[in-house]
């Protein structure tokens, strides 16, 4: 039988990244939550995900800072940073499921948190990072 080869597509060679950006983007301010990969890179101020409290949040994808807008979440009303909740957002071509588990209490208004940030894009990549960060106003 003569073998047929699946044609090679050159999107599928292109990975989808998540990376790191320095410093908080313009549009997060007062109560946000910042996230990195480590903590070495959290005092460093390098930052996987950041959003402000009103429904704004940023990713860099292949170092483009990205603009998301927060379509569902699972924090209670008018609380913050202080319970586990799943924070969904999108853009035109990403969507963001930001897993948060509460840890402890840090200071008066910011709470310390881990847990995982998935980025999907359209054509259905995926990728999955663990963060830890805190939240707070």
Known sequence: PIQTQEPKTTSTTLKLSLDNFKGLPDGVDGCACYFSETEQKFKNN?????AGFDSIGFVSVE????KLKLIS???EPNTFGDND???????????????????????????????????????GQKVTKKFVGECGC
Not at 46 to 50: D, G, H, T, V, W
Not at 63 to 66: A, E, F, G, M
């Open 85 to 123: 909740h799943l924070d969904i957002y999108s853009s035109e071509l990403y969507k963001v499921k930001v897993d948060i588990k509460y840890k402890n209490s840090n200071g008066d208004e910011t709470w310390w948190n881990d847990g995982t940030v998935t980025i999907e894009s359209k054509d």
């Open 73 to 75: 979440t699972g924090r």
């Open 46 to 50: 390098e930052y996987l995900f950041a």
């Open 63 to 66: 170092n483009k800072l990205v």
